[in-house]
């Protein structure tokens, strides 16, 4: 007799989703795209192994993820980009994205590890348009951690910086 298990999966809508920076949700999003990890290889052939080929992984590449919203009356975004157009200390954040299933729980949170930014963009104005009005800020970042399922309110993972600068990989 073969003892299977059951797992059920909870599946989550692309709508249900907020944003932490710093450990508090400072805004709310309508989109939030380009959370995406490669990483590069290289490929060798061994001599007489004519079925195989070795692969060799090399270093990941984090792409620039892109944050949009409705421009309000807060411009927290713009005061934190400002801090790199000034000679003032620049100031990198852990930015953690959280997705939510229908019921309301967390399913699982992407943590944008040092993150800095690195674009910020207000729409095209014009008098005939109906639309909201759309701020972009686009963020990059070191390193990425995922949390399934966080307990508690926040999903943050309180990562720090060592002697030299870097994130734990722990």
């Known amino acids: 007799m073969t003892n299977s298990q059951t797992h059920e999966l909870n599946y989550v809508t692309a709508n249900r989703f907020y944003v932490e920076i710093g450990g508090s949700i400072a805004a709310s ?3 939030c795209s380009g959370l995406d990890v490669q990483l590069d290889k290289e490929t060798y052939f061994e ?3 004519n079925d195989q080929q070795r692969i060799f992984l090399k270093q990941a590449k984090f792409s620039d ?3 949009k919203r409705g421009i309000t009356d807060d411009v927290i975004f713009w005061q934190w ?3 790199f157009l000034s000679p003032d200390k620049k ?3 852990n930015v953690t994205i959280i997705v ?3 019921a309301g729980e967390t399913m699982q949170a992407w943590t944008l590890v040092g993150a800095v930014p690195v674009g910020w963009k207000t729409p ?3 008098a005939n348009s109906s639309t909201v009005a759309i701020e972009e800020l686009t963020l990059a970042y070191e390193g990425l951690k995922v949390v399934v399922k966080p307990s508690g309110g926040s999903a943050t993972t309180g990562l720090q910086r060592d002697s030299l ?3 734990s990989s722990g």
Do not use: A, C, H, P
Request: no cysteine.
């Open 165 to 167: 600068g870097y994130f």
């Open 81 to 83: 980009l400002e801090k």
């Open 65 to 67: 993820v892109t944050l």
């Open 47 to 49: 001599g007489g192994v």
């Open 100 to 102: 939510f299933n229908q």
């Open 91 to 93: 100031e990198r954040r």
């Open 124 to 126: 095209s104005l014009q």
């Open 29 to 31: 999003f309508s989109e």
